[in-house]
């Protein structure tokens, strides 16, 4: 494994020489149009690394947090990806559930981005007003990461890719618009079948609840983007990959309190995982009909919640293993 190093001491202060160079007039620094993605700090996290990358795509650096065993022998990896309210301080998958425990009897590297909730992972088309940025996730993830990912932490070029609720559709649209990146995947709680007219409405108020407006992502109504980035549309693009997906009905079950969060366990936990139960039951059904291998459990109860996704990431992991070759 390579020595992964920290800008900080005199090198920080060569980084903020260099940096102020760039902004004087007249200047050429090639910090000034970088357009080579590259990993600017790497620091200790609980357990993890957490990287500062450079996005050319998006013009800043985006966190990332790595998990991975010691020693140099090549590994596959993991990228996990958060629901809508993922935080700036650190992904859900660690804060929620215990990932790290299960990824540490690995041979295995695990890879979450860490913060922009509601970006759907994906490549929108213009910056957003209401979010200040542009998101360009999917050139990200599958293009300026993985190669670095791969290079600072051994991989060997075996990948996979989870997510829950808004990750789940967009581990889901990965595996489709980048089929030879990744050979399993698995969505819990998602909504595959995006790009239809109910689930449209439901996205672009998901995106509006984090001050996005989704036209800038995937156009306005009927642009054939959303058919494009639809995993349902496009799952002949699955055939050949290990393949997961689970839902809850949206009946309270063992995680509830509808007590002490009454709207946030009726509105989004019940109502929003009773429709993933019906969209994971019809992406199931596309699957079968197209003859495509899969594996779904939908559970007799369950809500938006994380302690459900923290069961399925059980029930799952030996499976998203064997895809990855480590079982």
Known sequence: MQRRRTLTGAAGAVGASL???ALIPGVPSALADDDTARIVSTTAFDGRERLEVWSPSMGREITVDVQHPAGDTKRPTLYMLDGAEAHDEESGWYAMTDLQKLAAGEKLTVVTPV????SYYTDWRTVDPGVGKKYMYETFLTEELPPLIDDEFDGNGRNAIAGASMGGVAALTLATRRPALYS???GYSDCANISSPQNQLLTRWDVSRGGGDATNMWGPFGDP??????PYVNAEKLRGKTIYMSSGNGVPGRYNNLVADPIGETVQGIIGEFGSWSCTGQMSNRLSRLGIPYTTNLRPSGTHKWG???DELHVS???LMRSVGLR
């Open 19 to 21: 940096v102020a160079l």
């Open 115 to 118: 913060g922009d909730p509601h």
């Open 184 to 186: 399993g995947v698995a």
């Open 225 to 230: 983007e959303w058919s494009a980035h639809d």
């Open 308 to 310: 459900y996704w923290k």
């Open 317 to 319: 992991w030996p499976i």
